[in-house]
Structures are given as structure tokens and as C-alpha cells.
T-cell receptor, first 112, second 116 residues
Framework: AQKITQTQPGMFVQEKEAVTLDCTYD???????LFWYKQPSSGEMIFLIY??????QNATEGRYSLNFQKARKSANLVISASQLGDSAMYFC?????????FGTGTRLQVFP | EAQVTQNPRYLITVTGKKLTVTCSQN?????MSWYRQDPGLGLRQIYY???????DKGDVPEGYKVSRKEKRNFPLILESPSPNQTSLYFC???????????????FGSGTQLSVL
């Protein structure tokens, strides 16, 4: 069965530093998509970045990059130059055709 | 503006009193889904729909019903709510299904439900 694991319930990072949020997944499919979403305290779900299983290059979106290691089945989110506004809950998710499943999330706190 | 609209934003009810949470999208998306979010459990899928009149169970469907009579609407129905259904609920949609593993979900703003 497909599964997403986020082992870090909480992370702290100082402003302007980089931080890596871990995500591992398990699937028997060859075609799948990996997503990261941000949930600030206001509650909405904000799409950050996507990586396809056949993409050879790591995805990047501004300060966000996805460290995709297919053989290790990991899809870690790297946030460079953290900002106070990055404080939020972060969810890793995987899509296989009609299902999108989520990890349990990592709460990131950025301090000055 | 392209969006997924959920109502209400907050709802407090009592055990056993039927309720409906509405969800509507204006992007002509084929795929719609309901999730519940609980602390430490992340988001879990309740039901999803791949098109009009096509619905399927997700991972936690017990105690919920859905319908998809029109493409834009996907209401979540709790026939007899219980306290263990107190949760934050999200409706989401995406353009299509099948091999489109690159299609992200667009989320509504969430409904915080409390069942007393």
C-alpha cells in the first residue's frame, strides 16, 4: 500500500538559514507525483512544489527545492533563506492516479 | 477567480443532528475529494469523485455520505454526527484523474466542525 512518512513532528530554524523537511514514500507504481503543501496558522492549504517520478532534475520554485532521491524513495523539501512567514505546517503528499495521500506533517518554526 | 468554495467555515452541532457541508468549484474540474485533518494524523481522504455520478470511498468513509449530481458541487453529508467526527474538513479538486499524477489539488478554505 502506498504510504508517506514525515518523521519530524517539529523543526526550528533561524531566520535566513536553510532548512530541510524530510519525506519518504512507499509505492509499487512507476508513475507517481510528489507534492509539498504549506498550511499557515490561518488554515488554508497552499501548494508549494511538485516532482514527477520520471523527472530527472530536482524541482525548484523560488526558495523551495525538492531533493528527490528515487532509489531511496525520499522527497525532502529544502527551504533556503528562511523567513518568519515560513512558520507553518508542511505536508508531503503523493499522487497515484485517483488518490492523493498525505503525510502527518512537520511544524516549522522560524525564529529571529 | 478560480476557487473551491466550502461552507460553512465553522460549524458547531450536537450528536445525531444531520448536517451538510457544501463544496463548489468553478474550474470545471472532473476530480473532487473530501479530507479530514486531525492532529498527528495529517489529512485523510474520506470520499472522492472522478466525475458526475461517480464516487468512491477513501480511507475513512464511515459515517459520511457524498453525492456528485453536478460537476461543480460535491457536498459532504453527516447523517448522524458523532463527537469523533469533530475535525477540520477540506474539499479539494483537480482537473482530471487517471495518469495525471502531476495535477495538484486545489483546496477550499476548510470547515472546522465540532460535534458536542
Amino acid at each position: 500500500a502506498q504510504k508517506i512518512t514525515q518523521t519530524q513532528p517539529g523543526m526550528f530554524v533561524q531566520e535566513k538559514e536553510a532548512v530541510t523537511l524530510d519525506c519518504t514514500y512507499d509505492t509499487s507504481d512507476q508513475s507517481y507525483g510528489l507534492f509539498w503543501y504549506k498550511q499557515p496558522s490561518s488554515g488554508e492549504m497552499i501548494f508549494l512544489i511538485y516532482q514527477g517520478s520520471y523527472d530527472e532534475q530536482n524541482a525548484t520554485e523560488g526558495r523551495y527545492s525538492l531533493n528527490f532521491q528515487k532509489a531511496r524513495k525520499s522527497a525532502n523539501l529544502v527551504i533556503s533563506a528562511s523567513q518568519l512567514g515560513d512558520s507553518a505546517m508542511y505536508f508531503c503528499a503523493m499522487r497515484e492516479s485517483d488518490k492523493l495521500i498525505f503525510g502527518t506533517g512537520t511544524r516549522l518554526q522560524v525564529f529571529p | 477567480e478560480a476557487q473551491v468554495t466550502q461552507n460553512p467555515r465553522y460549524l458547531i452541532t450536537v450528536t445525531g443532528k444531520k448536517l451538510t457541508v457544501t463544496c463548489s468549484q468553478n474550474m470545471n474540474h472532473e476530480y473532487m475529494s473530501w479530507y479530514r485533518q486531525d492532529p498527528g494524523l495529517g489529512l485523510r481522504q474520506i470520499y472522492y469523485s472522478m466525475n458526475v455520478e461517480v464516487t468512491d470511498k477513501g480511507d475513512v468513509p464511515e459515517g459520511y455520505k457524498v453525492s456528485r449530481k453536478e460537476k461543480r458541487n460535491f457536498p459532504l453529508i453527516l447523517e448522524s454526527p458523532s463527537p469523533n467526527q469533530t475535525s477540520l474538513y477540506f474539499c479539494a479538486s483537480s482537473p482530471s484523474v487517471g495518469d495525471a499524477t502531476n495535477e495538484k489539488l486545489f483546496f477550499g478554505s476548510g470547515t472546522q466542525l465540532s460535534v458536542l
